[in-house]
């Protein structure tokens, strides 16, 4: 038994069945004695949904996250070297890639009897697209320990992405010389619980108005670029317009001409 084999295993279970099997490793690691690994167990924090559901596409798709990762590679290469036209090309790649592994990941939470709704879908692709701009949050989603979603603006991620790398073990003439009292061990797992609670209050919430973020910057976005395509169709019209006022001009005097030459063969 070791702390990553038992953290991939529990990070692959549906959120419902987190707190029971984390609860049942660390019983089976206090039996082998092994007081670190208990410790570091029992740490680990149950995923949100939106967590979940990119763990479960790691483990369905993992090519096609490797695919995605090595998009933003290579877009992060083209950026630093200028290269205008094979940035382009990988951009235009980068929406399609993130829109399909989105749609992959709703379809295996589908399987597993998980709808997602639209806000998770939302997490998902902005989780995917810091993946793909940010390395290191890249190799947290690869990882397939995904806490929550995660948003990437330039200067880190907004928040813990997955799970940590587990505490090493205390030097031996560190351990506490007593045993902690039964009501203390209680006291003590109970403010573990509600801190656990809290923090993922916190973490949701948190989440939640990131996606608010997102979803009406995507807004203002949308608005620019229609706004955009509006001005461009305006010139488009005026431009149509003043072709159309010439050619009208040139066709009542065309028209005019013709009458007077109609005129002078009925003199």
């Known amino acids: 038994m070791d702390f990553d084999s038992t953290a991939d295993e529990l990070y692959a279970?549906?959120?419902?069945?987190?707190?029971?099997?984390?609860r049942a490793a660390v019983a089976?690691?206090?039996?082998?004695?092994?007081?670190?690994?208990?410790?570091?167990?029992?740490?680990?924090?149950?995923?949100?949904?939106?967590?979940?559901?990119?763990?479960?596409?790691?483990?369905?798709?993992p090519e096609s996250v490797d695919r995605l990762l090595e998009l933003g590679a290579a877009l992060r290469s083209a950026q630093q070297a200028l290269r205008a036209g094979e940035l382009r090309s990988l951009a235009s790649r980068r929406a399609a890639v993130i829109s399909a592994l989105t749609e992959r990941a709703s379809a295996a939470a589908q399987d597993r009897g998980r709808p997602l709704s639209e806000t998770v879908m939302r997490e998902i692709g902005q989780s995917l697209s810091a993946a793909l701009s940010e390395?290191?949050?890249?190799?947290?989603?690869?990882?397939?320990?995904?806490?929550g979603s995660v948003s990437y603006s330039g200067f880190g991620p907004a928040t813990l992405a997955s799970v940590p790398e587990p505490t090493a073990p205390a030097p031996s003439d560190a351990e506490p010389k007593g045993q902690?009292?039964?009501?203390?061990?209680?006291?003590?797992?109970?403010?573990?619980?509600?801190?656990?609670?809290?923090?993922?209050?916190?973490?949701?919430?948190?989440?939640?108005?990131?996606?608010?973020?997102?979803?009406?910057?995507?807004?203002?976005?949308?608005?620019?670029?229609?706004?955009?395509?509006?001005?461009?169709?305006?010139?488009?019209?005026?431009?149509?317009?003043?072709?159309?006022?010439?050619?009208?001009?040139?066709?009542?005097?065309?028209?005019?001409?013709?009458?007077?030459?109609?005129?002078?063969?009925?003199?």
Not at 36 to 51: E, I, Q, S, V
């Open 13 to 22: 279970l549906d959120p419902s069945e987190f707190i029971g099997a984390r």
């Open 28 to 61: 089976r690691a206090k039996e082998l004695g092994d007081t670190t690994l208990a410790k570091n167990l029992n740490a680990l924090r149950k995923p949100t949904t939106t967590g979940w559901a990119l763990n479960l596409l790691v483990r369905v798709e």
């Open 135 to 147: 390395p290191d949050i890249g190799a947290d989603l690869r990882r397939g320990r995904m806490l």
């Open 180 to 267: 902690p009292t039964e009501a203390a061990r209680k006291q003590a797992q109970a403010r573990v619980s509600d801190a656990e609670t809290a923090a993922h209050q916190a973490t949701s919430e948190l989440d939640s108005a990131t996606a608010r973020v997102n979803e009406a910057a995507q807004k203002v976005s949308d608005l620019r670029e229609a706004l955009s395509q509006a001005e461009q169709e305006s010139r488009f019209a005026e431009s149509a317009r003043r072709t159309a006022e010439e050619a009208a001009e040139r066709a009542a005097t065309k028209l005019t001409q013709a009458r007077d030459l109609a005129a002078e063969f009925d003199t």
